[in-house]
């Protein structure tokens, strides 16, 4: 079973910066974070793959940076200029490249407000 844990998140105000990290117990081929606001279905914010290939959605690029330590089996999200809209409880995943399944973090909340 693969082990996500996640660490980093919390309270910050609008236009600050925040940074999640997440290590796997094994290399897995796409490792990113998924957000999930209030009232909100569960949505892709990022992700990454060993091959090189990048993803982010489309509100966060130019604030948002992801990036892969392959080596240490870790994924890290750089957040700046955080916005309210940012709020969300924000999810580590992982899966392999020739299955569909996804393996989850515990989560870590991450809110945005003055």
């Known amino acids: 079973q693969v082990q996500l844990v996640e660490s980093g998140g919390g309270l910050v105000q609008p236009g600050g910066s925040l940074r999640l990290s997440c290590a796997a117990s094994?290399?897995?081929?796409?490792m990113g974070w998924y957000s999930q606001g209030p009232g909100r279905q569960r949505e892709l914010v990022a992700a990454?793959?060993?091959?090189?290939?990048?993803s982010v959605k489309d509100s966060v690029k130019g604030r948002f940076t992801i990036s892969r330590d392959i080596a240490k089996n870790t994924v890290t999200l750089q957040m700046n200029n955080l916005k309210p809209e940012d709020t969300a409880v924000y999810f580590c995943?992982?899966?392999?490249?020739?299955?569909?399944?996804?393996?989850w973090g515990q989560g870590t909340q991450i809110t945005v407000s003055s």
């Open positions: 995943y992982a899966n392999n490249r020739l299955s569909a399944r996804k393996y």
């Open positions: 990454s793959t060993t091959t090189g290939n990048v």
């Open positions: 094994e290399t897995m081929y796409r």
